[in-house]
């Protein structure tokens, strides 16, 4: 039996922006947005995780069923997204690019393609994640007794269990 533990501490979430087509040059495109060709073609690894909830997964849906008036079940097999939610404290590198990437992509009006290697060690499992979009991002972090922890999300088209 292999060994393994639940811990998320050693986790590691890193995502790489590219160009959808559209924005293909920041350097050349715009002055404006050339201020941002740092975050764009490298891996930026996400630290700075809340310690309550650093960043899960939504269920995924694999079939459609339905039941015809003749009371017959039918099923099929039907595409999902996976969405990734996360919370990172405001005083981290990884809040201040995910506000950059937002940043960009209102200037932009256009939006990166987000891919991402997730590695948990504590399961001796990798996961490649692909074709994502940067979905939500909260801008200001509330103002508690101290600054909450920013969420945001990212969609993807594919969760895949990669080698670790």
């Known amino acids: 039996m292999t060994n393994r533990s639940i811990t998320s501490a050693n986790s590691r979430l ?3 922006l590219q160009s959808n087509g559209v924005a293909t040059d920041l350097a050349v495109t715009d002055t404006v947005l050339s ?3 740092d975050i764009v073609g490298v891996p930026l690894v996400l630290e700075g995780w809340a310690a309550d909830q650093a960043f899960s997964t939504a269920a995924v849906t694999s079939a459609e069923v339905v039941q015809g008036v003749d009371g017959q079940k039918h099923a099929g097999w039907v595409p999902s997204l996976v969405t990734l939610s996360g919370s990172v404290m405001p005083d ?3 809040a201040a690019n ?3 990437i937002f940043q ?3 200037m932009m009006r256009e939006t990166f393609i987000v891919t991402g290697t997730l590695i948990v060690p504590a399961l001796a499992r ?3 994640l692909n074709k994502g979009t940067l979905t939500q991002n909260v801008p200001i972090p509330a103002h508690n007794r101290v600054q ?3 969420t945001f999300q990212i969609v993807f088209e594919s969760a895949e269990e990669a080698p670790y």
């Open 14 to 16: 890193s995502i790489i």
């Open 35 to 37: 201020a941002f060709a």
């Open 92 to 94: 981290t590198d990884t």
């Open 98 to 100: 995910l506000g950059r």
């Open 104 to 106: 960009a992509q209102r």
């Open 126 to 128: 990798s996961y490649s």
């Open 148 to 150: 909450a922890a920013q």
